[in-house]
DNA sequence: ACCGCCATTGAGA
DNA sequence: GTTGATGGAGGAG
């Protein structure tokens, strides 16, 4: 059995030893505090104090350190103590006394933060000075600065004004923080011969550099060595032991180049001490999401003299025997799983204790680690409380929107010292949102010592890092028949009328599901007529009776979204999940819009019309799937259908192995489209997000298939499936209609060019001319310019101000 | 006698 | 390279 202790030594363990664990948790507890008030903080001046009784304590501080101030009520000689403490959390003395009752008094009515920094270096060994600076909410500005001046301290004010002249080039950069990583020469590494997948070059240097981060003994370069000390040269601290090294990090390959198959790779070319992984049985670990994922066409077949132990953890029999995971290769769970696991036990408890958490993992491996992106949730708490040496985190879609998603990354890894929020926050997330420079290029500096990412279109040497085949994209203009052009024109210009008084109004907000009901409408005319199912002409909010209003509101919710379309919540700004639908008719997610009426009670207001809002007022997506049947019955062509079975059949009279993807938005209109196909004696299969994981899976090998008589085409809904399903079976891309989101876009056919991909991959997206479709695309093109993405802070009505603009684009107004 | 200046000295809560 | 208390030498009134 062995040891297992691999936290040694440094004086921030997180082992299980009762006594390191007060005091780290002292901090860390101050920390999660500041989580909670969101960085509203202002300054409201700072203050020289002292810190005394250093030569009781063991914490070294120096000139320009961050030290961390710590409430200490239970002291039994002073109630009002005041704790310093350094980066590492070892203490370094306490606030002199009287400055401390002034301290206590602040921190106890939490009406600031105090944060100390050393302003001079210290050979003192029993006092020194300290830099308190206070921060909190303006409201409280006045009782602060009261409290200090009528105990005759002197507060000096700290500088004022924020710099928004460089937000937008601080916004750049952090656009670009995950870019540009990587050209630093690291060599290539086969790997063991286990791995029967010859690696590609790319995948050799991944190899090669994760390696290293997990064996090299070296610092990250903000780290410096001054004599016997270890200076962190953003912290300004330095601990007399080497700091605890990250052994691991962020492999953000875009997606297919093969990160999974290079982690694998990983877990049997690099065991202890840089051994391959054979015979001797230890454990490791791969935490790993549901979704099934084929890599690219290479397959990660083992040879078979190698006897790799691998447990799947998971479903209600699943075996939580910590000596015998222990003695598996390579234990695969869902973030479900370990998250249930941990929940049920409470993380620490002994005796009961999540299996997954008792273990000591060698690796841990985040496989689609963006999951985990809010700290918040269960799942990234419970895998923060991991044992491991080793940490990964594989991402093909790195975080972008938000410092504190970053953060969850950093804790994970235990980037020390920033793993404890206090830090985060000071030296990094607080200078950043306040557009300050060298806070964004520590954080670069942070990113980039633990990350390797390369895209599609990185080059290594001046070569392309993997050679895709090309991809083109056609737009093809489709006519509509006179009788469509007709019926089209009817609903638009009735649509704008509607709309040109909502904007003569300035209520297009506060009709905003009526506006995109409309547009959906219109889109759905330049697909199929069918497609508009049995909705009425017209969805006024005038409602009778609470049945009718329901039903209308349903209707609406169908309409916004029910047919697949992209719309996001104005809440999360994400696209919206468990739709719900308010009675002033706006859609967000339920969590969210639960969240909203829970904290505000009675006074709840729409967030986006500030209508009143209840609970019990919000109208569901009720599951109903009856209309197929007399969609199917009478069944009409549309100029689309027929623009789309032309390039079909004259593909297939071309060249009969190429395959494609049919994918559009309307689920329904892929409905519609399997009756030509079958007409035509096509074979296909159909992937939209109705789908079990198991029939995506099956239909998916279907598709990639080679074997005679398989699939040409797949019907696919944009957004169908999770990351990294790979089609690359297929060549063309057939886009039925735009796209609110061209990222949404850009993801679909992503899933066959990529990795694997034999064939140049021609794109053709149909655009029904003269119609809203054409100013979707145009409203793409200026969207891709103006991508908000950097701090996400952009406010809901501020985004909904520009759509506005947006839809008086769209309806030519 | 007074005061600003300097060196000396000691130093949790 | 700090800070604060203390005390003494020394200059000005």
Redesign the pocket.
């Known amino acids: 059995m062995q040891s297992r202790r691999w936290f040694g030594g440094a004086g921030f363990s997180f082992a299980d030893d009762p006594v390191t664990e007060t005091l780290s948790q002292a901090i860390r507890g101050t920390g999660e505090e500041l989580d909670r008030e969101p960085d509203t903080g202002v300054l409201f001046g700072s203050l020289?104090g002292?810190v005394?009784?250093l030569?009781?304590y063991t914490g070294v501080v120096n000139k320009g350190e961050m030290v961390s101030l710590v409430r200490q009520p239970q002291?039994p000689?002073?109630r009002?103590?005041v704790m310093v403490a350094n980066v590492y959390g070892s203490q370094v003395g306490?606030i002199?006394?009287e400055l401390?009752v002034l301290l206590a008094n602040i921190m106890d009515n939490n009406l600031a933060r105090v944060e100390g920094v050393v302003p001079?270096?210290v050979?003192?060994q029993?006092?020194?000075?300290v830099v308190l600076s206070f921060w909190g909410r303006e409201e409280n500005r006045d009782a602060v600065v009261r409290q200090i001046t009528s105990r005759s301290f002197k507060l000096q004010s700290g500088p004022t004004g924020t710099h928004t002249h460089m937000l937008t080039q601080l916004k750049n950069a952090f656009d670009n923080l995950f870019e540009n990583l990587m050209e630093d020469k690291i060599g290539e590494r086969e790997a063991v011969e286990a791995v029967c997948t010859p690696l590609l070059p790319h995948q050799k240097q991944a190899l090669s550099w994760m390696c290293v981060s997990e064996n090299n003994a070296a610092l990250p370069h903000f780290w410096e060595v001054k004599g016997k000390l270890f200076y962190n040269t953003l912290t300004h601290s330095s601990v007399r032991e080497r700091p605890q090294r990250v052994r691991g990090g962020i492999l953000a390959d875009d997606m297919g180049l093969g990160k999974t198959l290079t982690t694998i790779a990983l877990i049997l070319s690099n065991f202890h001490h840089g051994k391959p992984l054979c015979e001797p049985v230890i454990s490791q670990s791969v935490s790993h999401t549901q979704t099934d994922k084929q890599t690219n066409g290479q397959s990660h077949t083992l040879t078979s003299d190698v006897k790799l132990n691998v447990y799947l953890y998971y479903g209600s029999e699943r075996n939580r025997d910590t000596h015998f995971l222990s003695s598996q290769h390579m234990v695969l769970t869902t973030y479900n799983v370990l998250s249930a696991d941990y929940s049920v036990s409470g993380g620490w408890v002994c005796g009961s204790a999540s299996p997954l958490h008792t273990v000591s993992w060698l690796r841990v491996v985040l496989d689609e680690g963006h999951i985990i992106r809010n700290p918040n949730t269960q799942q990234s708490k419970a895998v923060l409380k991991l044992n491991t040496q080793r940490r990964w985190i594989l991402t093909g879609t790195p975080i972008q929107n938000n410092l504190r998603d970053l953060w969850m990354l950093v804790a994970f890894l235990r980037l020390k010292p920033f793993d404890v929020r206090e830090w985060w926050n000071r030296v990094i997330q607080r200078p950043v949102t306040q557009g300050d420079k060298t806070g964004l290029q520590n954080l670069q500096a942070l990113v980039k010592c633990v990350t390797l990412r390369r895209t599609k279109t990185s080059r290594v040497c001046g070569r392309p890092l993997v050679s895709l085949p090309e991809r083109s994209v056609r737009i093809e203009e489709v006519e509509l028949t006179q009788k469509e052009r007709e019926e089209y024109e009817l609903a638009h210009t009735e649509g704008r009328t509607t709309i040109s008084r909502y904007v003569a109004e300035g209520t297009v907000l506060r009709n905003y599901a009526d506006v995109l009901a409309i547009l959906v409408r219109l889109r759905q005319f330049c697909c199929h007529p069918g497609l508009l199912g049995k909705t009425t002409t017209h969805t006024g909010v005038v409602a009778v009776t609470p049945a009718e209003l329901r039903e209308r509101l349903i209707m609406k919710l169908r309409l916004v979204l029910g047919t697949g379309s992209d719309e996001e919540c104005a809440v999360c700004l994400d696209s919206v999940r468990l739709p719900v639908i308010t009675h002033c008719a706006h859609v967000y997610c339920r969590p969210c819009i639960a969240e909203v009426i829970r904290s505000e009670q009675e006074q709840a207001r729409c967030p986006l019309c500030r209508g009143q809002i209840k609970a019990s007022e919000l109208v569901e997506f009720p599951l109903e799937e009856e209309e197929e049947s007399n969609l199917l019955e009478n069944w009409r062509s549309s100029s689309k259908v027929e623009a789309l079975m032309s390039s079909l059949l004259r593909l297939r009279s071309e060249d009969d192995s190429i395959r494609s993807l049919v994918v559009s938005q309307f689920t329904r209109f892929l409905t519609i489209l399997e009756i030509p196909l079958r007409e035509e004696g096509f074979k296909f299969v159909r992937l939209d997000g109705t789908m079990s994981q198991k029939r995506r899976a099956q239909v998916i090998q279907e598709f990639q298939s080679d074997a005679p008589g398989s699939p040409l085409i797949m019907l696919l809904s944009l957004k169908a499936g999770g990351v990294g399903i790979n089609l690359s079976a297929a060549s063309r891309v057939f886009l039925m209609d735009p796209a609110w989101n061209p990222a949404a876009e850009d993801q679909c056919v992503d899933r066959c060019h990529r990795l694997g991909q034999k064939r140049d991959v021609v794109i053709t997206k149909f655009i029904v001319k003269g119609s809203v479709e054409e100013n979707m695309v145009k409203i793409q093109r200026q969207k891709q310019d103006l991508v908000e993405k950097a701090f996400g802070t952009k406010n809901p009505s501020e985004r909904k101000t520009s759509r506005v603009d947006e839809i008086r684009a769209l309806m030519e107004l």
Request: no cysteine.
């Open positions: 020289r002292s005394v009784g030569r009781y002291n000689y002073d009002n103590a306490h002199k006394r401390a001079f270096g050979t003192n029993f006092t020194m000075s």
